[in-house]
């Protein structure tokens, strides 16, 4: 393989580690604190709101049934409207960012379901603060599934990505179809997807290893 | 009306019967109660196709500072509800609960957060965070009420030696067994310092020998600390080992209240009398069992049963009654136990029957007992 078509490789990694890094880090950003609402906001619950609970629901779920490709054309005047472009790496982000927002949610809404409603009563009763227990006893008691979900929202954004070249988003998955699929290039192709194969076993190790390592449940002597 | 069924058993009148009366209208009236439950009724409306639940209704008694408490009930008597309206997790349908002077139903908000760290609380399932040590666990309730991080290492560092776990301060909770774990939860309570100690069925889930360190830890914390303990239990061994006083609750409602001794010596409530039967046992021996006729035989005995209630009550009665009556009493089967310094249980006697299988004797004995208010009653005869 050329230096040139290496150098095309290294690039691409660049901008797939770019578009992914930042959309998985703004939709957590908006995807924890919407899930661990959508986890305590039923009726009875710390934050009881369940109408509030209902409309989010259902604008989580919307936004997740909307296939990304068509998410991402469909957005292109907000795209714009945010990133000055709906073209490019950078433009990429937005509808990554939408996209991931509400599935992190979901995986954060389980994950902080999973925290025993006994220790929530615990922290009442010495006179936490629904925000105290929001951040000393849900998220960090939740903590190795939220390590969890997240790696599975980074993992699904690399597939995401390969799907933004269709507007010039640039990343692995655009170089793959252009060059090793348009121009006959298996060997670009097989490259991608090593690339891409190595990058999920990555991160899911790293994320696996981070999850073990703050999951106190199952530690022995 | 506690006074007449203890001047009607004269064993009782010896040792205490001032001081029980003292203190039992103490319980009832005093402004320094520390809890105090008034008019309150609990009700859980119906929701989602269930039926609305009367957890409790027209509950007033009053917890006495410095006391350990036991509510003893069936499950789904209430007792859960009860000691949840103490510290505000629960808000009462009806009346009030007043905690150390305050009305506590009637906090809201920060008000009654800052109550709550004056109301500690452990639980059957210990409730520890898996994700912090047993220091961590215990500095939580400070961090929440805002201590300096020096203060509070300082304070949980006296708290884990006073519950006698020092060297388990990084410790996880699945690395601690369960007996540990209540003692961390037992710390974490304390940590703010609280007047009151909710125990709610806190050695359910441990072991007989466990369970007695736990309460033994409980009994010092008491007398140590001066804090009121509350337990919420369906044990009755947990009441006799470590209540003074003991409030019954069946169905929502408060069947019997006052000193353990007193209602335990003398239940009333068939709720209350079966829970004693759990420690003094009410059956006889089976191989006693299986022998007993309804008929007399020459020869044979009249199986008598006796209840032994009260202080040093029984020690001497199977001698008296033999010398007294010049009988040669059997002894056949015996279960006494002690319930707050009081005996409980009962006495199965052998009584002989004349040659001709004449009741003589046994009709002296049986006056004889309810001469001297023992409760008695023949329960068949024994070759």
């Known amino acids: ?221 | 009306m506690k006074a007449a069924s203890m001047n009607a058993h004269p064993s009782l009148a010896i040792g205490r019967p001032i001081e029980t009366l003292a203190a039992m209208s103490a319980a009832a009236t005093a402004p320094d109660a520390m809890v105090r439950f008034e008019g309150i009724s609990k009700t859980y409306p119906a929701y989602r196709g269930k039926p609305g639940v009367n957890a409790l209704q027209d509950i007033d008694f009053a917890i006495p500072r410095g006391s350990i408490t036991g509510v003893i009930g069936r499950s789904g008597a209430g007792k859960s509800s009860l000691v949840r309206l103490i510290n505000g997790l629960e808000r009462p349908t009806k009346g009030r609960v007043v905690v150390d002077g305050r009305d506590i139903s009637a906090l809201a908000g920060r008000d009654l957060r800052l109550a709550q760290r004056s109301i500690g609380m452990i639980f059957q399932h210990f409730n520890l965070l898996s994700s912090r040590t047993a220091a961590a666990n215990i500095a939580l309730p400070l961090e929440i009420a805002g201590w300096a991080k020096a203060d509070i290492r300082a304070r949980v560092a006296e708290l884990l030696a006073l519950v006698g776990i020092a060297d388990k301060h990084d410790r996880y909770p699945s690395e601690l067994s369960g007996g540990q774990k209540q003692r961390v939860g037992i710390a974490r309570a304390l940590a703010t310092r609280p007047s009151v100690l909710l125990s709610d069925e806190a050695t359910s889930a441990l072991d007989p020998q466990t369970t007695r360190a736990i309460l033994d830890l409980l009994a010092n914390i008491n007398r140590e600390l001066g804090v009121t303990i509350v337990l919420i239990t369906h044990e009755m061994s947990v009441v006799r080992q470590l209540a003074r006083d003991v409030v019954v609750l069946d169905a929502g409602h408060v069947v019997e209240s006052g000193h353990v001794a007193d209602i335990f010596t003398h239940p009333k409530h068939p709720i209350t009398q079966s829970f004693l039967a759990e420690v003094i046992g009410d059956s006889l021996p089976v191989s006693l069992a299986s022998r007993i006729v309804s008929e007399p035989a020459a020869g044979g005995q009249a199986v008598i049963r006796v209840q032994v209630r009260g202080a040093g009550a029984g020690d001497t009665l199977v001698a008296r009654l033999a010398r007294e009556l010049g009988l040669d009493v059997s002894l056949l089967s015996a279960r006494i136990d002690e319930i707050g310094g009081q005996h409980v249980g009962s006495l199965t006697l052998g009584i002989p029957l004349g040659m001709s299988g004449g009741e003589d004797a046994t009709t002296r004995t049986l006056d004889w007992l309810s001469q001297y208010q023992f409760p008695a009653e023949r329960l068949g005869y024994v070759a």
Do not use: C
Request: proline share 5%.
């Open chain 1, 1 to 221: 393989m050329s230096p040139e078509l290496i150098n095309l490789i290294i690039q691409a990694t660049g901008e797939s580690l770019y578009m992914v890094g930042l959309a998985a880090l703004i939709g957590t950003a908006f995807g924890l604190p919407l899930g661990v609402f959508l986890a305590t906001s039923r009726k009875g619950e710390l934050f009881a709101a369940p109408i509030v609970n209902r409309v989010l629901g259902m604008v989580v779920n919307a936004t997740r049934s909307t296939p990304f490709i068509i998410l991402v054309v469909a957005i292109i005047p907000f795209t714009r409207l945010v990133a000055g472009t709906s073209i490019g790496s950078t433009a990429a982000i937005v509808p990554l960012t939408i996209a991931s927002a509400p599935f992190i949610a979901r995986l954060v809404e389980a994950a902080i379901r999973e925290v025993d409603g006994g220790l929530i009563e615990t922290a009442s009763s010495f006179g936490a603060s629904p925000m105290q227990i929001v951040l000393k006893v849900l998220i960090p008691e939740a903590l190795p599934g939220l390590l969890l979900a997240l790696t599975l929202a980074v993992v699904s954004l690399l597939g995401y990505s390969a799907m933004v070249g269709a507007v010039g988003g640039g990343g692995l998955g655009d170089l793959g179809i252009r060059y090793g699929y348009q121009r006959f290039m298996p060997e670009m192709m097989l490259a991608v997807v090593v690339v891409l194969i190595a990058l999920v076993q990555l991160v899911q190790s790293a994320g696996d290893y981070l999850a073990r390592r703050v999951n106190r449940r199952l530690r022995h002597r």
